[in-house]
């Protein structure tokens, strides 16, 4: 008896501690280079945020919110589409549906008719998913300026086998031509 109660205070105790450093309010993602994001990513481009509208997920346990994206500027796969408008579909996890609201701490958040740089993989039925949440978000302002909100965000690191707590990287303000160029040159596009 006594060595069950140790072993309950033993991992009470040790989810006290791995709570401890965790934001309540955020979602925690491992920190990609910019080289891990290029990498990770089917498709990276510039695109005009079009309409969204929630819904179930297709298995009917979620809501998602359905974002239309309208590549502007192909920046690493979608080559065959360089010649036309390609309008592809995003999926997010969360929304307002039905009188019920889910929210996903973390993850990016677009407008109707923004200007951004997103990194997508694919997903089921043609649809499209960011790749690292926020991190997968460059939103343009009107001077032409590239810039992330980790908002929501508690990044971690790999060492060795563990994932370390890291501080988040201050997000320097870029020209979107130099990031375009940057995603361009890591991706290998000629």
């Known amino acids: 008896m006594k060595r069950s109660v140790n072993a309950v205070l033993s991992l009470s105790a040790a989810v006290a501690l791995l709570c401890l450093g965790t934001p309540a309010d955020a979602t925690t993602a491992v920190l990609l280079s910019r080289e891990d994001l290029v990498r990770k990513s089917a498709t990276v481009a510039r695109v005009t945020v079009g309409q969204s509208y929630a819904t179930e997920s297709d ?9 239309e994206l309208t590549i502007t500027q192909p920046l690493k796969g979608a080559e065959a589409d360089k010649g036309g408008v390609k309008v592809i579909v995003l999926e997010q996890v969360g929304g307002t549906y039905n009188g019920k609201t889910q929210r996903l701490l973390g993850d990016a958040t677009l407008s109707q008719g923004e200007d951004a740089v997103v990194f997508l993989r694919p997903g089921d039925k ?3 998913h960011f790749t690292a949440l926020a991190l997968s978000v460059y939103h343009v302002d009107t001077k032409g300026l590239a810039r992330r909100s980790l908002e929501g965000l508690h990044l971690v ?31 290998g596009v000629k």
């Open 157 to 187: 690191q790999r060492s060795g086998g563990a994932l370390v707590p890291v501080k988040a990287p201050a997000e320097e303000v870029e020209p979107i031509e130099s990031l375009m160029t940057d995603v361009v040159r890591i991706a």
């Open 126 to 128: 043609g649809r499209w």
């Open 59 to 67: 298995d009917g346990k979620s809501i998602v919110t359905r974002t």
